[in-house]
């Protein structure tokens, strides 16, 4: 399938694993150059060398900036033309919680919808 992403720059949050790294292993295929976006700057960094075109955008987009930071050195000489958000928490426990929630648990609910909502922001 051509999706005429071909030179075309794709900046993909969550990016280091899982679905996110899913994506753009994909769009990578689909010749877009990837910006791979997430937490663990060493894990980015092995993920962008795989990938033709690709570079490494780490950080953490619950910090104050940082969305803006890694949108701006990912379009830096390139433009994004496409955004693909999956950062995330293992939240596989969520699943399992008793209502009402204790303050602890609230935290752990609050957590994952706070990281959602900075990252769409």
């Known amino acids: 399938m051509d999706l005429g992403l071909t030179g075309r720059r794709a900046l993909v949050f969550g990016s280091t694993s899982g679905l996110g790294l899913a994506v753009a292993e994909s769009l990578a295929a689909e010749g877009a150059r990837v910006a791979i976006a997430g937490r663990r700057a060493d894990v980015a960094s092995e993920v962008a060398g795989?990938?033709?075109?690709?570079?490494?955008?780490?950080?953490?987009?619950?910090?104050?900036?940082?969305?803006?930071?890694?949108?701006?050195?990912?379009?830096?000489?390139?433009?994004?033309?496409?955004?693909?958000?999956?950062?995330?928490?293992?939240?596989?426990?969520?699943?399992?919680?008793?209502?009402?929630?204790d303050e602890d648990e609230e935290e752990e609910v609050d957590e994952p919808v706070e990281l959602a909502r900075l990252s769409v922001r």
């Open 50 to 101: 795989r990938l033709p075109g690709a570079i490494a955008v780490p950080g953490d987009i619950t910090e104050d900036g940082t969305p803006e930071r890694l949108v701006a050195e990912a379009a830096a000489g390139a433009g994004v033309v496409v955004d693909f958000d999956s950062a995330g928490l293992d939240s596989a426990g969520l699943l399992s919680l008793d209502f009402p929630l």
